[in-house]
Structure formats: C-alpha cells, structure tokens
C-alpha cells in the first residue's frame, strides 16, 4: 500500500468508476490520502479505457494517488473476491447505469450484508429511479435537460454548452462531499448508508440563482451573453488591445468606475440611477462605458481598477492563467512521477489544508499494476493469483 500521512488515509475505497464523474469522486478521496483500489477489467477483457488513452492527459488526472488491480466482476470467482475486499472497505464508489449493479450482484445492499458499515456512492446519469434512470447520461446531455444550456451563449446564437464538463465535475465533487458526511455520520452511529447523486441533480443545483429566481419570481432566465442576468453593469469590454472583465454593478462600485475612466456623467445620469434602471437600458450604458475603455490597454485598466477597488480582470486561455503570477502562488499544478512518462503536471485541488495538504502520492497506476499486492492483503497466495490469471478472473 502506497504510505501516507493524509487526513483520509484510515480509509480504504473500492473504486468501480469510470468515465469522469465517478473518477472525479474518487479522486477527490484519493487526493487527500485514501487507499483507493481502482478495480478494473482483465487485460483480455478492457476495451479503450474511457477518458481517453491511459497515457493520455485525461486519464492520467483522473486516476492519480490510486492503485489498480483487475477483476472479472461477471465471473462468480471475482464477484466473490470483490465482496471480500469490500468486508475491509470503508467506501465503494460506483457510477454504473442502474440497473447494472444488481445484475453484477454487487448493489449496495449486496454489499451491505458483508459489511454494515460500507458507505456506498452511486453517480447515475439521471437518478437511480424515475422514467429516465435507465438510460445513458453524459454531461451535455445533461447541461440542456438541467436548464445550463438556455442560459449560456449570445441570445443570438441559441444555446450553448459550457467549455468544460460541468455537470460531470459537479456530480463527482457532490458525491464525494456526500460520502464524507456520511462517514462523519457513521462515527455517531456505527452503520453505513448509500449515498447517491446523479448528473441531471448536479447540474441543476449548479443553477443555483436561476433556479431561484424562477421559483421566487416564476421568472425563466433566459441568455445574456457576458453580462450578468440581473445586475449592470457587469460584463466584457473592449480595450485597446484585447477584452475585460469588469463587475461594477454596486452604487458605490459604479462611482468608482466612472471616476477611473474619467465618465462622471454615466454615474450622475438620471437614467442609470438604481440597478433595475441600468439593467433595463443594458446595451446604452454598456456602449458608453466601452466608449472610454476601448482607449487604452488591458493591462493600464486592470492596475487603475485594482487601484481603485473595482472588481476586474483579463480574460486568459489556458497558457495565461498557469502564467499568472497570481496563480503561480497557489500550487495548482503540482507534479508527480510516473515511471515511463516521467514528470507530469496535474490540475490541484482548490482546497487548501494548512496542515495536512494534498499529496501527489503516485501518478495513475499501470492496468492491473497493483493486483498482487491488493489481493495478497486478503490471503491469496500466490499459487491462487496463477490459476485465476488462467482463468480470465483477474
């Protein structure tokens, strides 16, 4: 077992997961020190491992700080083997259609009856029961049945999908914050429970005040570009040479704005006195602050709004942002060693735990790399490991 001194590492987890949203989970419990077994197929039964070549950058982000055996979970032997393992687990992390976890006989309360105290987390595309839960659910599919997609893009050019997979990340972090205050609530009670969330679920509590605004003012929100739905102005503007961001919506914030950029009379405009009044005449009072901003460059405007304690920034791609001298702060890629690609750069966690950080333990484990060893800590001998490789259960 690989040593650690993380904050989880009195924790074992069984990790059935693939794709992202499960993997996220996971990850999120490995990262801060669980022992987290990655079961996997045989090798003559994988197919291209979802989340793209194993060597790949994705693969290799997601399965970081676990180890990997392999299992044959539709062979007796290996549900056996399996339900060993999970008698001395504390998690079993899933994120299977379904329905598939009670044809592998491996379901929670399956599980369960071997070990009380098993926290069992479920990620499903739309809900484990319900007209849908039977069918594949990927993130998109998700971010327009959740509502994302109606709110996102030009009101122009019709819906738009976020540039990340939202809802996918969101499910697996909810899952994972979900597993831990279900292990807070077993050192009261003694038992395990099943936790679950799904795609659709993550993604509309990520609505969060759209979803309120409807529900408190039966308002639908609707796309509004890069200004905010409901406060102005706050939003992208031209520059001498480029884009920012500028969040000014507050009285006081709005004064400051007006004073930087030398515009006194958009702030003393009747027309604009209160937010709903701005908001109401979005496009004039955008038009004429990007009148001024467009004059000078990115970065004089950033340091005079720094300055004057208006909210704003640049708007970096990928390259920018880990070039920031801001961002150079917070160990946001840390690295780790992998045997055959040498130094790799991974994406940090956002938490930060003064005492007790983050590890990049080890990088993403080899098919199988850990098999011996993980099934070894339940007496299998090595004779035994022979005659189960020949017979395709690991």
């Known amino acids: 077992m690989t040593s650690t001194n993380g904050p989880l590492s009195r924790f074992r987890v069984l990790d059935l997961t693939r794709a992202r949203a499960g993997p996220t989970a996971t990850r999120m419990i490995a990262d801060w020190g669980a022992d987290t077994v990655k079961i996997e197929q045989p090798p003559a039964l994988s197919e291209a491992p979802l989340g ?3 060597d790949g950058f994705d ?3 997601l399965h970081r700080n676990k180890r990997s055996i392999t299992l044959n979970l539709k062979e007796n ?6 339900l060993e393992l999970a008698k001395g687990a504390d998690v079993v992390i899933e994120n299977y259609r379904p329905d598939v976890k009670h044809r592998l006989g491996i379901d929670y309360e399956t599980v369960r009856s071997v070990n009380p105290q098993i926290v069992y987390g479920s990620i499903s595309g739309f809900g484990q029961t ?3 839960s039977g069918r594949a659910g990927l993130d998109q599919i998700a971010q327009g049945l959740g509502g994302l997609m109606s709110v996102t893009g030009m009101p122009e050019n ?3 999908r976020v540039g990340i997979p939202i809802a996918d990340l969101t499910a697996g972090i909810n899952l994972a914050y979900g597993i831990l205050v279900a292990l807070l609530e077993r050192e009261t009670s003694g038992e395990g429970q099943w936790v679950n969330t799904s795609l659709l679920e993550a993604q509309i509590m990520m609505m969060d005040l759209q979803a309120a605004r409807y529900w408190m003012d039966r308002e639908v929100p609707k796309q509004e570009g890069n200004n905010h739905p409901t406060n102005t102005p706050t939003g992208v503007f031209p520059t001498s040479d480029g884009l920012i961001n500028i969040q ?3 009285d006081h914030l709005l004064k400051r704005m007006c004073d930087t950029i030398g515009a006194p009379e958009i702030y003393e405009n009747p027309d604009y006195r209160t937010n709903e009044d701005r908001t109401a005449r979005r496009e004039q009072i955008n038009a004429e602050i990007a009148a001024y901003t467009s004059k000078k460059s990115t970065q004089h405007w950033v340091d005079a709004f720094a300055e004057a ?6 708007i970096h791609d990928m390259a920018q942002v880990y070039g920031d001298q801001q961002v150079r702060t917070l160990n946001m890629d840390p690295e780790v060693k992998h045997h055959r690609l040498g130094s ?3 994406v940090g966690q956002a938490v930060k735990l003064m005492r007790t950080p983050q590890q990049m333990r080890s990088a993403t484990p080899d098919l199988g790399q850990h098999t011996d060893e993980v099934l070894g800590e339940i007496g299998i001998t090595a004779n035994a490991l022979v005659e189960l490789r020949a017979a395709g259960v690991i």
Do not use: D, H, T, W
């Open 52 to 54: 793209g070549p194993r």
């Open 59 to 61: 693969f290799q982000n």
């Open 77 to 82: 032997r290996g549900r056996e083997i399996f």
């Open 130 to 132: 319900g007209p849908y």
């Open 158 to 160: 019709g819906p738009v």
């Open 248 to 250: 000014a919506s507050a």
């Open 309 to 314: 304690g208006v909210p704003c920034g640049p």
């Open 344 to 346: 790799l750069k991974m």
